[in-house]
């Protein structure tokens, strides 16, 4: 159980080109997603906090025109890069809080496979 | 606000033995709760092991276990009986009282060798 999945896992995209990149919960429903980028190297940074049926609330430095999160349904995420530049050119990683009904792991949040981006 | 320090950018251990990989923590939250993952070089996050405060007991999850010192404010992960499959980056994650998102720390690096 609490598996998520992502996709595509893998993209590169021309200049000035959009993209979007869908995150699922596939065996439980997630009232809360996160969006997570990771340079080489490095850990993660979160970019947005997305609640089902509300705005993402993101951090600070994160723009919010250019990264797009859509939150549309229980089990599903977006996250759509806009006018993507090669400095976009990353690793992006979501995630999915178990919620109440994980019982011991409740608290628990589940990663995807991450999407590697590139901005030719 | 919360932190978390990992203070071993990388460690090499060898196959079948046990590995204790550090974290401390800061916080004022009265409630949290500590997280350990692993990433391979596929880059997935694997959840391994959860404790939560106020447990009693440390948690354990097979191989994995959690050494959680409140008093110290650490929550050292440990792995027995290393396996090659193990070589990854593992990182230590909070969570505080009301909060949604995780904090991470930096990470290390683990390398198994045979």
């Known amino acids: 159980g609490a598996v998520v999945s992502q996709h595509p896992s893998r993209v590169i995209c021309k200049s000035g080109t959009s993209v979007k990149i869908e995150c699922r919960s596939l065996d439980f429903q997630a009232t809360t997603m996160f969006w997570y980028r990771q340079f080489p190297k490095q850990s993660l940074m979160l970019m947005a906090t997305s609640n089902e049926g509300s705005k993402a609330t993101y951090e600070q430095g994160v723009e919010k025109d250019k990264f797009l999160i859509n939150h549309a349904s229980l089990t599903l995420s977006t996250l759509t890069v806009t006018s993507a530049h090669p400095e976009d050119s990353s690793f992006y990683i979501c995630s999915a809080r178990l919620g109440l009904a994980g019982g011991r792991f409740k608290d628990t949040q589940y990663f995807g496979p991450g999407t590697r981006l590139t901005v030719l | 606000a919360q932190k978390i320090t990992q203070t071993q950018p990388g460690m090499f251990v060898q196959e079948k033995e046990a590995v204790t990989l550090d974290c401390t923590y800061d916080t004022s939250d009265p409630s949290y709760g500590l997280f350990w993952y692993k990433q391979p070089s596929s880059g997935e996050m694997i959840f391994l092991i959860y404790?939560?405060?106020?447990?009693?007991q440390n948690a354990t999850e097979g191989r994995y276990s959690l050494n959680f010192q409140k008093a110290r404010k650490s929550a050292n992960l440990v792995i027995s009986a290393s396996q090659l499959g193990d070589s990854a980056m593992y990182f230590c994650?909070?969570?505080?009282?009301?909060?949604?998102?995780?904090?991470f720390g930096q990470g290390t690096r683990l390398t198994i060798n045979p």
């Open positions: 994650a909070m969570r505080g009282q009301g909060a949604q998102k995780l904090v």
């Open positions: 404790q939560g405060s106020y447990d009693q």
